[in-house]
């Protein structure tokens, strides 16, 4: 019972931390705050990721695994690196650098449909009745953010930041679905995922010439969601389920992040939320249960 109640303790302090990473990454890239390019907010946070996570590797002795591992476990983590976290927040990144940050968050959060619809060609899954309802249920809610609920004047507010915010859960379910068959530390497979990241954003940088320094208050916010949204988060979250008797005891708790996220929005960057926001919040993952249960 003691280990439940601490899995619990974890679990919320880890959807507490995701809760601000949408105002954190809207801090970061906003050109009226820290304006921090797109590219170097994604350096910045994975150089800072693989730093905590090669740490806790080294604290927790597993540090050693480096030496096991094989070229093929080194291949696939450049491949599922590229997936994430280096394409997921390249796109992600952008879609908040365009949209509200009570608009992106929300939107981001349809993966666990698309996993369900990646499934059905990667995976030969078969779809039942109630995940084509509950897709149709999120999608609803996807509709009612991105027209701010208008519905029959059938016009995005922002067409390319909304397919940005949507389509960033493709490479994120992707990388869930070829990450399944996995069977190595969990926080190893973490570390060396972020440090290929790192590579493959640095040699972006230097192709593009756009890798440049960055200031102190700039670097603070970069530092921030490389810790917060990335590093020790995952590892908290991880330890949560560890320490939980299943898994769905804590794993529920995820769907609190997208209205943990619109008070802290409003408050932290002053959005005023609009209530078809928080309907299509509402939609979204109430799309998400009916298709879990």
Known sequence: MKSQKSAYLYAFTAVLFWATSASAFKICLSPDRLN???LLLLFGASLVSCIVLFVHLVLSGKAKLLKTLSREDVNRSAFLGFLNPFLYYIVLFKAYSILPAQ?????????????????????????????????????????????????????LTDPFGVLLATSSSIPWALYWIYN???????????????????????TLLIITGKLQ?????????????????????????????????????????????????????????????????????????????????
């Open 36 to 38: 921090v390019p797109v």
């Open 103 to 155: 608009e992106a968050q929300p939107l981001n959060f349809i993966w666990p449909l698309t996993l369900v619809l990646l499934s059905i060609p990667i995976l030969k899954q078969k779809i039942k009745r109630r995940d084509i309802l509950a897709i149709c249920i999120s999608f609803l809610g996807v509709l009612v953010i991105s027209m701010k609920g208008q519905l029959l004047s059938f016009r």
């Open 180 to 202: 399944m068959k996995n069977k190595r530390d969990e926080v190893l497979n973490l570390f060396l995922n972020f440090t290929w990241a790192s590579i493959y954003v640095l």
């Open 213 to 293: 320094r960055l200031n102190f208050k700039s670097l603070l916010g970069v530092t921030y969601v490389g810790f917060f949204e990335m590093g020790i988060t995952f590892l908290i979250w991880l330890k949560a389920l560890k320490l939980s008797q299943t898994t769905a005891h804590v794993a529920g708790l995820i769907y609190l992040v997208p209205f943990f996220s619109l008070i802290i929005i409003h408050f932290v960057l002053g959005e005023t939320i609009l209530p078809s926001t928080i309907a299509g919040a509402v939609l979204i993952v109430g799309g998400i249960l009916l298709q879990k249960h």
